[in-house]
């Protein structure tokens, strides 16, 4: 009997919170602790997952979201009201792709995205990788999203990707430098066979037989300087190499620099000119003098060799603490798309390929390394067509200061 009347008592419905309260029905209770119990234990566990979990409906209202999703979105609880997950995407996403992948899930499939989101009042932009699923929630359809931040993979997957063209380009140099390589060392290889046997024809006059010495010998040199390159930025890649500073004269260093370079553009259509800025006692600093003539010839030779005619102007000048050289030329000029690239090794204005005079693209490299050894850099500004003018810069450092 006494039974019975328990039964009847757990069967009631609707009962007020004093009533449980006064253990009447104890079975009720008890059924009532279970299940908060087991309620608290979902919420700890709805709370501590690493993953962002965020229910909402189809119009993006957001009914609940565990503390990692607070954290992911910045938001707080009394928030849920106040933003949409369309609020809460960044502005470069569609909202009209999201309700279009919502309906899917909607209709039995679930997804997995990748979605950027931006969060509330701080605006940071954060992407996630969201899986999607339906559920019921209080007796209606909605949408529960696991989200995860994946913002460092992305980042790591950009860096990946640049790292893999990067990888990719430098092969396909290091194939144009074997290719270039092989044709600058069969010009002056033939050159040297060639007027190696002209030299031993019996009828050979004095005149020709010093004709043919000098292709020889402007052959060999050709070979030297090559070689010479490749040595020099195998050792640079070291980093090995270190600036020898000394006492230089940069007048002196310059009319050498001019006289040898004078000498190649007599036969041709180019004036070379040089402007000196200070009088030769002015004119003595603290630099490495083979590295700054290296550089320099370098980037002269470049002006020459990519001027049919013209001009090349040789000029430095003294800007706050640095000392600027420029090297100006009327030449083919540069691509704007390669000013930059032409610094990297194997480098070349492929735009400019028709114009044939050769070279391996590793003169730039090399002064850009030697510029940076002095404390300097190199740059250029240069337009297709209407030439280029290269400026390095290295710290100024006069030996007779009190003369300026
Ligand atoms: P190389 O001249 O042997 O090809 P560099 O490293 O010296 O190699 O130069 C790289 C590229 O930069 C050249 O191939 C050329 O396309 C471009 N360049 C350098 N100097 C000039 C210049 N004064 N005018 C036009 N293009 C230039």
Not at 39 to 67: A, K, V, W, Y
Not at 337 to 356: A, G, M, V, Y
Request: include cysteine; charged fraction near 25%.
């Amino acid at each position: 009997m006494k039974e019975d009347w328990n039964k009847q008592r757990n069967g009631i419905i609707g009962l007020g919170e004093n009533s449980f309260k006064k253990s009447y029905y104890p079975d009720l209770q008890s059924k009532i602790v279970e299940l908060e119990e087991a309620n608290t234990n979902l919420q700890t566990i709805f709370n501590s997952t690493n993953d962002g979990i965020l229910i909402h409906d189809e119009r993006g209202n957001i009914l609940s979201l565990n503390n990692q999703s607070k954290k992911i979105f910045n938001l707080k609880e009394e928030d849920k009201e106040k933003y949409t997950i369309f609020d809460l995407s960044s502005k470069q996403m569609s909202t009209d792709d999201l309700t279009k992948i919502w309906q899917e899930v909607l209709d039995g499939k679930p997804k997995v995205i990748e979605w950027i989101i931006q969060q509330a009042e701080t605006e940071v932009e954060i992407c996630l990788q969201v899986s999607i699923n339906k559920a019921f929630w209080y007796g209606k359809q909605v949408l529960v999203a696991v989200v995860r931040d994946f913002t460092e993979r992305v980042k790591y997957e950009q860096e990946l990707f640049q790292a893999k063209i990067k990888a990719e380009e430098s092969d396909r140099l290091k194939t144009v430098f074997l290719h270039n390589l092989s044709h600058e060392i069969r010009t002056p290889m033939n050159g040297i066979i060639g007027f190696s046997d002209m030299l031993t024809l019996p009828d050979i006059t004095p005149d020709k037989l010093n004709y043919y010495t000098k292709i020889i010998k402007n052959s060999s040199l050709q070979l030297l300087r090559i070689i010479d390159d490749i040595l020099e930025i195998s050792t640079l890649e070291t980093k090995q190499v270190k600036a020898n500073i000394e006492e230089v004269c940069l007048n002196d260093l310059l009319v050498s620099l001019f006289a040898i370079f004078n000498l190649k553009t007599k036969e041709g259509n180019i004036s070379l000119s040089l402007k000196k800025q200070f009088c030769d006692e002015e004119s003595f600093i603290l630099t490495d003098k083979i590295k700054l003539h290296k550089i320099l010839s370098n980037i002269i030779e470049n002006a020459l060799k990519y001027t049919s005619e013209g001009y090349v102007e040789i000029s430095y000048s003294i800007e706050k603490d640095d000392l600027v050289f420029c090297v100006k030329d009327s030449g083919i000029g540069i691509a704007s798309d390669n000013l930059e690239k032409i610094f990297n090794r194997f480098s070349q204005d492929e735009t400019n390929k028709n114009t044939k005079v050769g070279g391996l693209g590793l003169g730039l490299s090399i002064a850009k390394e030697n510029a940076n050894l002095l404390g300097g850099k190199i740059h250029v500004v240069s337009e297709k067509g209407k030439g280029s003018a290269f400026y390095v810069t290295i710290p100024y450092k006069p030996i007779n200061a009190n003369l300026h």
